[in-house]
């Protein structure tokens, strides 16, 4: 079996962004190594026009481990193992090439298709040139199993001359997306359900740095239900990198809404005031919006009356990424990046427990602020005693076999 030690990196979206470019480049380097920190091998990461390489030189590599931690970077569209030929020369490099071939698929039949790129271009041949006589020398010298098909191959073979010669023929999908921070900071809204952890994955996938915010109300919920808030953080970070995760607790707020506010718009006051901490977080960190994994119609807090209610107390943008998405787009999502299982744990939450038989599901903004003002001679009070007491859990990726 042939044995990759280097990736040739494609990126998407940051390619167009002009003079900006070489900040995402960077970032996208920067996240590139510190994905393969703890993967065994000592991976040199470097750009070069259009491309990001990651080469491990002749230390020992975990390929599986190492492309594993690629395909969860933001920001990258392709990733191709590559063998890289030390020489320019070209008739060194067709012989790479025919070698190259021969390691990679000592068995194999399929059809395929050279394709040369040249960034120097005063090379004596173009690229078709190239590509064929590359082509002829692997149909002469494999042709009982190898044929060229120029417009449908099974697999392209592609060699990319710059400092070095650059050989490739697999493609593997990337995550997509734009690296982490090039977008600005959000603050997320993180319960333990299926929804958010999946809202702050797909902002986070858009290049957004995101930082979460957990309302717990002990004693009604217990550390456990905390836990795996801080293992729902940590199964994300994976993808969108650290992530500061505050946790308010929010007993004695719930606590006078139960007993000052009518019951039926309990949630949806005790939601206003989740996003106006969320707000002042937010704020404090430079945040330059709020996520949720809110969906229209999932539950009486999520009718379009109910979203216009909690949204009147914000004044940063609430970015709702899975809005318009079903449950089971949602859920496929979860099961894909991995947070599903954690988040299906059954510990109850502040909003199971404090939750009315039958909550208003078109509740009227003038009527919610008047209910409100029931709160105002304790909330400022309970507000400033709650904002003291939050506490900060830096949230790591969290390890998974
Ligand atoms: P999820 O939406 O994460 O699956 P859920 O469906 O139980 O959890 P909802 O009651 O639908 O949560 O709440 C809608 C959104 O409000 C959540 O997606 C989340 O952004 C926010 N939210 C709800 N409860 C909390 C909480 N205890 N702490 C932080 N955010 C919360
Ligand atoms: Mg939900």
Same mark, same amino acid.
């Given at each position: ?29 920067? !996240? ?44 990258? /569209?392709?990733?191709?193992?590559? +063998? ?14 025919? =070698? ?41 010298? +494999?042709?009982?199993?190898?044929? *060229? ?8 073979? &592609? ?11 697999? &493609? ?28 702050? +994955? ?7 740095? *995101? @930082? ?14 905390? !836990?795996? $808030? ?11 990198? =650290?992530?500061? /995760?505050?946790?308010? =607790? ?15 718009? /309990? &949630? ?17 960190? @430079?945040?330059?919006? /709020? ?6 119609? !999932? ?5 379009? !009356? ?21 449950? %089971? ?5 979860? %099961? ?41 001679? $304790?909330?400022?009070?309970? +507000? ?7 506490? $900060?859990? =830096? ?7």
């Amino acid at each position: 079996m042939f044995e990759y030690r280097a990736f040739l990196i494609k990126y998407a979206e940051i390619g167009v962004k002009g003079k900006n470019r070489y900040l995402f480049e960077d970032a996208l380097v920067g !996240q590139i190594a510190n994905s393969l920190k703890k993967i065994e091998g000592n991976y040199k990461v470097y750009k070069q026009p259009g491309r990001v390489f990651v080469e491990a030189g002749k230390s020992d590599i975990d390929y599986d481990g190492a492309l594993d931690a690629l395909k969860r970077v933001m920001g990258i /569209l392709h990733i191709c193992p590559v +063998y890289i030929a030390e020489t320019t020369d070209l008739d060194k490099a067709y012989e790479e090439a025919v =070698n190259y071939i021969g390691e990679c698929y000592p068995t194999e039949s399929f059809t395929f298709k050279v394709m040369a790129k040249r960034s120097d271009k005063k090379m004596p041949k173009t690229s078709p040139e190239i590509s064929a006589e590359i082509g002829g020398l692997i149909l002469e010298k +494999y042709g009982d199993r190898l044929t *060229v098909d120029v417009k449908n191959p099974d697999k392209f073979i &592609t060699i990319e001359f710059r400092d070095k010669a650059y050989i490739y023929s697999e &493609t593997i999908k990337g995550e997509g997306g734009m690296p982490i921070g090039t977008a600005g900071k959000a603050m997320c809204l993180l319960s333990g359900g299926i929804d958010s952890p999946v809202a702050a +994955y797909m902002m986070a996938r858009r290049g957004v740095k *995101v @930082e979460a915010v957990y309302f717990h109300a002990p004693p009604y919920t217990s550390e456990r239900a905390k !836990q795996k $808030v801080v293992d729902l953080a940590r199964l994300t970070a994976r993808y969108a990198g =650290n992530i500061k /995760l505050y946790v308010v =607790n929010f007993t004695d707020i719930q606590l006078a809404i139960y007993e000052k506010c009518p019951h039926d718009e /309990l &949630t949806i006051i005790m939601r206003r005031y989740m996003m106006k901490i969320a707000e002042d977080l937010a704020k404090k960190d @430079e945040c330059f919006g /709020l996520v949720t994994g809110e969906s229209i119609g !999932q539950v009486a807090s999520q009718t379009m !009356q109910s979203l216009l209610t909690t949204n009147a107390v914000c004044e940063l943008p609430v970015y709702r990424p899975v809005i318009c998405f079903d449950k %089971q787009d949602i859920i496929n999502i979860s %099961q894909r990046i991995g947070t599903f299982e954690t988040s299906i744990l059954p510990f109850e939450d502040c909003c199971t427990i404090f939750v009315a038989e039958h909550p208003v599901t078109k509740p009227l903004l003038s009527k919610i602020e008047k209910d409100e003002r029931k709160l105002d001679d $304790v909330i400022d009070e309970l +507000y400033k005693k709650t904002m003291e007491s939050i506490e $900060v859990i =830096n949230c790591e990726p969290m390890e998974v076999e």
